[in-house]
């Protein structure tokens, strides 16, 4: 079954250091999610993808995170520096066509921990 | 902005009963999506919602789309040790963003 795939599972990091997630989505999905979830918490959504054009970064912290998707297939989420507040799990989702459905398909994540 | 209420927040079962779970909103949504999420891992998708007044099951799950289109409710009957961990609702809105709502953890007692 096709997976979206994401690296690294665990990150530990010290704060004002870079870091950076890819996430591969299920092939042919042309949308692709980054989501935030701090524990305890849904998930909240950073930026959206369609093809590899951004279609929705309003909840991305630009003056610290940014997000690309070059060729439109894998994307990359990188945080420099890195906040103590930072410390959440990392969530790509991908889902397929150019109509959204709502059927969001998600990976595993990356857990992120801020010292 | 657009916010969803989820309850309970957490319950615990007996094995075998039945689960009711309900997402509130004062807000209209056009689908509707329940995932579940285990320690560790991303949310997996167990029902999507797309008309006011649906009842849609996958197995011993049902969920419905509320007729307001504020609302859903999920049921999972004869609950399994296999059913712990955090449901979401999922809301998207006429601006095409999708908004989950904080979970309810669900814990069985063997």
């Known amino acids: 079954e096709a997976e979206v795939a994401q690296s690294p599972r665990y990150k530990i990091t010290e704060k004002s250091q870079a870091v950076a997630f890819w996430c591969d989505p299920i092939?042919?999905?042309?949308?692709l999610y980054w989501y935030r979830q701090i524990l305890g918490q849904g998930p909240e959504l950073l930026v959206q993808?369609?093809?590899?054009?951004?279609?929705?970064d309003s909840q991305l912290p630009k003056d610290r995170f940014s997000a690309e998707r070059l060729k439109g297939v894998d994307s990359t989420l990188k945080i420099q520096p890195a906040e103590l507040g930072d410390s959440a799990m990392y969530l790509c989702?991908?889902?397929?066509?150019?109509?959204?459905?709502?059927?969001?398909?998600f990976g595993e994540g990356s857990r992120l921990t801020v010292l | 902005g657009q916010q969803l209420n989820q309850s309970p927040q957490s319950m615990f079962i007996q094995e075998g009963e039945d689960v009711s779970m309900n997402c509130t909103s004062s807000s209209i949504f056009n689908t509707w999506l329940w995932y579940k999420q285990d320690p560790g891992e991303g949310p997996v998708l167990l029902i999507a919602?797309?008309?006011?007044?649906e009842l849609t099951s996958n197995g011993r799950l049902t969920a419905q789309f509320g007729i307001t289109r504020k609302d859903s409710f999920l049921n999972i009957s004869a609950s399994i040790p296999s059913d712990v961990g955090i449901y979401f609702c999922?809301?998207?809105?006429?601006?095409?963003?999708?908004?989950f709502g904080k979970g309810t953890k669900l814990s069985v007692k063997p």
């Open positions: 989702a991908s889902s397929p066509g150019q109509v959204i459905t709502g059927e969001l398909f």
């Open positions: 993808f369609q093809d590899e054009s951004v279609v929705d």
């Open positions: 092939s042919g999905h042309a949308t």
């Open positions: 919602l797309y008309k006011a007044g």
């Open positions: 999922a809301g998207r809105g006429s601006q095409g963003n999708l908004i």
